[in-house]
């Protein structure tokens, strides 16, 4: 009966510093058992992971939000000379934080203009129009790092509108976007495919 009761003031007591402790902690089911497992590390070597294309680019993606209890996703990324990575957007609930590792990235927001080379870091807030393109001469390589994470969803439902050669359809780009919180402003991609001499 003694031991019993123990047992029965240690679950209370369980119970009550998860409840009291919030998401932070390990959630305990009825039988003090966790229902999903603490953080473990994870490893991804490189050139693992999912891949993809997208036109003349490709990506590579290493981490989604189901890894990293949602904080963010993550993904490397090659667009050659002459593409536009992504048309003029915008989205509300998320920030793409770019680093560059090969070549060069010009990167648009608002009405900035930023030349990110390698080894530099670039924010693209959310709220705000930003595209960004490689008008340079070499292919340039970057990771992407999307806060808080689910970008990452969007960007693998995008590989495969260009599975087995394939192009977007009209219409195509515009419902994927608007279920992943992407906006275009497609009345500013002529002035960059102009300026710029890239295409998407």
Known sequence: MMNAQKLSRRKILQLLTVS?????????????????????????PSGSGKKGKIGEGSINFKFDKGQTNGHLGLSESILPAGLIGAPPHYHQNFDEICRVTQGVLTI???????????????????GIVHSFWNSGSQTAK???????????????????????????????????????????????????????????
């Open 20 to 44: 009291m402790a919030g998401s932070s902690m390990t959630s305990l089911n009825a039988f003090g058992k966790d229902i999903y497992e603490k953080d473990k590390p994870i490893y991804i």
């Open 108 to 126: 648009m927001v608002g009405t900035e203009i930023f030349e990110v080379k390698q080894g530099d870091w670039h924010l693209r807030p959310k």
């Open 142 to 200: 970057f990771i992407e790092i999307y806060t808080p994470g689910g970008h990452e969803r969007y960007m693998s439902e995008l590989t495969h509108l260009f599975e087995s050669s394939n192009r977007p359809k009209p219409g195509d780009l515009d419902a994927l976007a608007h279920r992943h919180d992407i906006v275009f402003d497609w009345t500013k991609l002529e002035g960059i495919i102009k300026k710029y001499n890239v295409h998407l």
